[in-house]
């Protein structure tokens, strides 16, 4: 490959790039991940857009956050989606009607989705302060999130802990945000699919069926979607007939700990209940989830008790943890040939060296941004700057030369999905600093 250099000028033009990307989707409180396939406000969309916007305004990234910790329900559950009301109710499917958040107790004014994505939230606000300390005294930000916060992680800690061992469960693929990877294969086969009749997908409208989730994974998914809501979102493993406790999400959580101590520190409160909040997560993660002859975490399926034995990028992304025991053998197992560390970019969803790898489909082997950029906060926090810098270096390439795609071929580097994508754009924006 021959090296192509990166001038100043096409540093700036990407960073212009993705600035434009960020106001084009800005809706006057929040972000939309592209305009036409995801027209509403997503929420770990909302935490790493919030990590870009707060290089172009600050209190932007903070009303970002705020907005959707606005649509907090009761519990403390932060919805996976909070729906525009202008935009049409069969702009996305499901919409609105399918989720009926208005008949569910302690749901907030504005129409939501009743299941969750992954905690990144807390780590969000936390760069968003840093980014202008002042700014955010100012405006109270932390005063006012910090409190969401807390009630946030708790929902998770508490009704999420479903099998009461200590660490939450995802309950729709959906919520993993990882949402078609093959770790989720043998938990989804005893789900019944809906029949396609019963539904309209319009993800279809934009996007290619080949890099898209297939119809059958759909009917899974609307299956367990209705059941949820027919129960009025409660939680129990009675309710859930797909239950995992997944490495992303709890080392969001554990990580999200650190950050609510900082806060707390900031606050003038005794962050103390976090830092072992923190601790708790860390060590029931790493004897629960780790698997040492794999170099790699596995979710394990809530239910039967067994291990996901399948390599994903879920697997490596508690490096983002501080402290945690096994980050040097994480970090030998994304060099290894599953993940190619050293020369794909973005880092593969799922393992390279597999039968079933599939480069342009979703979350079954193309490279997503967001990830890459967690494995890259997580090498710079374990002290591996050298290969940081490297990643961050490819990943600026692949953007500058793809465009700013929701994912891409690890290999050949082509762009799939849609393009437009708000946390690429924002992502970028942070890792150009
Ligand atoms: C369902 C918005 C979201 C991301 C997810 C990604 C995709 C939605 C979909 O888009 O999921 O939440 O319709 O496929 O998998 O991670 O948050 O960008």
Redesign the pocket.
């Known amino acids: 490959l021959l090296e192509r250099p990166r001038t100043h000028d096409a540093v700036r033009d990407l960073d212009r790039a993705a600035r434009r990307v960020l106001l084009t989707n800005w809706r006057g409180h929040a972000t939309v ?2 305009a036409r396939l ?1 027209p509403h406000q ?1 929420s ?2 909302s935490a790493f857009i919030a990590i870009g916007l707060r290089h172009l305004s600050p209190v932007r990234a903070q009303r970002e956050l705020e907005s959707l910790l606005g649509a907090q329900w009761r519990d403390g559950r932060v919805p ?2 909070v729906f525009d009301p202008h935009v049409p109710d069969d702009a996305y499917f499901p919409g609105p009607s399918f989720w009926r958040s208005a008949r569910a107790p302690g749901a907030p004014g504005v129409p939501t989705s009743g299941i969750v ?1 992954p905690p990144a939230h807390a780590l969000a606000a936390w760069a968003v302060h840093q980014a202008d300390p002042a700014a955010s005294r100012g405006r109270g930000f932390l005063a006012r999130v910090y409190p969401r916060l807390v009630a946030w992680h708790r929902y998770l800690t508490t009704r999420r802990n479903l099998t009461g061992n200590g660490l939450m469960s995802v309950v729709h693929p ?1 919520e993993s ?3 078609n990877s093959p770790a989720w294969d043998v938990p989804l086969a005893r789900i019944t699919p809906v029949p396609g009749t019963e539904f309209t997908r319009r ?1 279809l409208n934009h996007a290619a069926a080949g890099e898209r ?1 297939t119809d059958t994974d759909y009917g899974r998914y609307v299956r367990l979607a209705r059941d949820y809501r027919d129960a009025g979102y409660a939680d129990s493993l009675g309710v859930h007939a797909f239950a995992v406790e997944d490495p992303l999400c709890n080392a969001l959580l554990a990580a999200g700990e650190h950050a609510l101590a900082s806060m707390a520190a900031e606050l003038g409160l005794d962050g103390e209940r976090h830092r072992s909040a923190a601790d708790r997560l860390t060590e029931n993660l790493t004897t629960m989830l780790y698997d040492h002859a794999g170099g790699v975490f596995f979710p394990r399926d809530a239910h039967s008790g067994r291990m996901l034995r399948s390599y994903s990028i879920g697997g490596l992304m508690p490096l983002i943890v501080p402290g945690l025991p096994v980050a040097s053998e994480l970090v030998g197992t994304a060099l290894g040939d599953r993940f190619r560390l050293r020369d794909a970019c973005p880092l593969p969803s799922y393992d390279l060296s597999a039968d079933d790898h599939d480069p342009g489909r ?2 079954r082997g193309p490279g997503w941004v967001n990830t890459s950029w967690l494995f890259w906060h997580g090498l710079r926090l374990h002290g591996e700057q050298a290969l940081a810098d490297d990643l961050r270096d490819r990943l600026i390439d692949r953007v500058r030369d793809a465009g700013f795609r929701e994912y891409f071929d690890p290999l050949t580097g082509t762009g799939h999905g849609t393009d437009g994508f708000g ?1 690429t754009a924002a992502l970028v924006l942070d890792l150009l600093r």
């Open positions: 991940p592209a995801y997503w770990w969309d996976q989606i994505q959906w945000g990882l949402d993800d989730p979703y979350w946390w």
